[in-house]
């Protein structure tokens, strides 16, 4: 799998250069922001790993003979179209298992194929919402690694320990050596530019 590069950005830009197959360093980032957000969607569904990684192997193929298709400026998302791509490359995986006698005609190790191949609307919200919050994760992953390059580590440390593990201000003030307007401080400012760089590649 490919790691989480410093900037996982997809731009308008980057998603027509994939228009070009001989363009690897487009490629390769596309592949380190999207691998691992089809390999999860895969994995939830009860994919093995292996299952997963052809899976997301087809996925990647389908975009290359599609991404000409596909208009940036046209109504719906690049996320959106790209989850499609996704589950359709998933229940095409569990058919073929299916028919190798790998599983019995109608059922496997995941999801029910009729629930996977539910095309209903609330069926195609989920999934764009799964994809969305996944790609969302992803971003604040690489935001938090950012911001943390940028700040000292004890504010850093007043940001996480009062944020995510959920310690108090005055415990966390007295264990950093600061007081308890620093900790307030520090955990307001880190949390804005976390939220402004999430916003930011959200939108491109």
Sequence with gaps: MAALGSDPATRASLLLRLRDPR????????????????????????????????????????????IDRFDPNAAGSFRGW????????????FRRLAAERVHS?????GLPLEQLA??????????????ERGRREQLFRWASGEVRRRTGEANWMAFWRTTVEGHSVAQVAQ??????SAVYVARCRILRRIRELVATRWEE
């Design 23 to 66: 363009d690897n360093a487009a490629w390769s980032e596309f592949a380190v922001v999207y691998e691992p957000l089809v390999y999860r969607l895969a994995q939830r569904r009860g994919c093995q790993d292996a299952d997963a990684r052809e899976i997301v192997q087809e996925v990647f193929l389908t975009v290359s003979r599609a």
């Design 82 to 93: 790209l989850s499609k791509i996704a589950r359709n490359a998933t229940i095409d995986r």
């Design 105 to 109: 005609p109608d059922t496997h190790d």
């Design 118 to 131: 539910d095309s209903s609307m609330d069926a195609e919200t989920q999934l764009i919402e799964e994809f």
């Design 175 to 180: 264990e950093l050596k600061l007081t308890d």
